[in-house]
């Protein structure tokens, strides 16, 4: 089993910033790709960016390409999502998320889940 807890997020205004942290517990973290999922109010949960176990391969959804920055901390058990030039699109509950796979993330999903944290960012 692999614990996952998110920390971060919260309330922004477009153009903002915000980081997502997610400390990982249980099995070993290095054996394990991560990532980030949304889901937006009404609408299904979205792949938004994976990264490999040696964080050396990294995988965005189109949207946000270019403003979110995914990255590792092997030794500290922790993944993180710098969000730049946020847009009240944006705006969901974001989860981090365990696999074996990177590659595969967006479109098989992730063995493991944290609960989630909102981002809201306003117009």
């Known amino acids: 089993q692999v614990q996952l807890v998110e920390s971060g997020g919260g309330l922004v205004q477009a153009g903002g910033s915000l980081r997502l942290s997610c400390a990982a517990s249980g099995r070993t973290f290095s054996n394990y790709a991560m990532g980030w999922f949304r889901q937006a109010p009404g609408k299904e949960r979205e792949f938004v960016a994976a990264?490999?176990?040696?964080?050396?391969?990294?995988y965005y959804v189109d949207s946000v390409k270019g403003r979110f920055t995914i990255s590792r901390d092997n030794a500290k058990n922790t993944v993180f999502l710098q969000m730049n030039s946020l847009k009240p699109e944006d705006t969901a509950v974001y989860y981090c998320?365990?696999?074996?796979?990177?590659?595969?993330?967006?479109?098989?999903?992730?063995?493991?889940w944290g609960k989630g944290r909102l981002v809201t960012v306003s117009s």
């Open positions: 998320a365990a696999a074996l796979s990177a590659s595969r993330m967006s479109r098989d999903g992730a063995d493991y």
């Open positions: 990264i490999n176990r040696s964080g050396n391969s990294i």
